[in-house]
Nanobody, 126 residues
Framework: VQLQASGGGLVQAGGSLRLSCAVS????????VGWFRQAPGKEREFVAG???????????SVKGRFTISRDNAKDTVKNTVYLQMNGLKPEDTAVYYC?????????????????WGQGTQVTVSS
């Protein structure tokens, strides 16, 4: 299975972006999915996650601004997880990664995820 993250770009503070994480090779069926980000010189950190049943969890820094959702279509072409980011701030600047958990749940720990996408750059200018 491979994950492909897309949708990053350059946006002004207060703007919005929608990231997508598409899966190929199989579906996300039965697995939780998380979004993480890594800024230069910093460790990769949890941003948001969604369980197989649709439960969500957010980092405090993005709560109320970001929304994670998933399309659980059986067709792998449509099997996608999204991260809607509103009210972006310069401190949101980072490379954003999506990752598949090894079970139906989500966790803030990187070690709980077994498959990672290549990352998409998000840059927020002040």
């Amino acid at each position: 299975v491979q994950l492909q993250a897309s949708g990053g770009g350059l946006v002004q503070a207060g703007g919005s972006l929608r990231l997508s994480c598409a899966v190929s090779g199989r579906t996300f069926s039965g697995y939780g999915v998380g979004w993480f980000r890594q800024a230069p010189g910093k460790e990769r950190e949890f941003v948001a996650g969604i369980t197989w049943s649709g439960g969500t969890h957010y980092a405090d820094s993005v709560k109320g601004r970001f929304t994670i959702s998933r399309d659980n279509a059986k067709d792998t072409v449509k099997n996608t997880v999204y991260l809607q980011m509103n009210g972006l701030k310069p401190e949101d600047t980072a490379v954003y990664y999506c990752a598949k958990a090894g079970n139906p749940y989500i966790d803030v720990s990187i070690s709980r995820y077994d498959t990672w996408g290549q990352g998409t750059q998000v840059t927020v200018s002040s």
